[in-house]
């Protein structure tokens, strides 16, 4: 694991989707703590099982509809308590 994202937080939507799952394992794999959403749950979760798998720290809301006020507010506040660790 690289430490250049160490200590930064990275939000990632769509991480039940390729783009976003790639992102989420390559941000994990630089350090990165990993905030990660989507509508699909079992996709996202799956994807927060892999990062934890790879020794990476990932904290996802599902499912998240981001046109949502109130799903916008859980996902930061999903942020900070990871910013918590």
Known sequence: MSERLLGKVC???GTGGSIGREAALTFAREGALV???DLQVDAAQAIVEA???AG???VSLQPCCLSKPADCQALV???GMLCLF
């Open 56 to 58: 990476g720290t990932m």
């Open 51 to 53: 990062v934890l798998a």
């Open 35 to 37: 905030v990660g959403c």
């Open 11 to 13: 939000i990632i939507t």
């Open 77 to 79: 506040f999903r942020t």
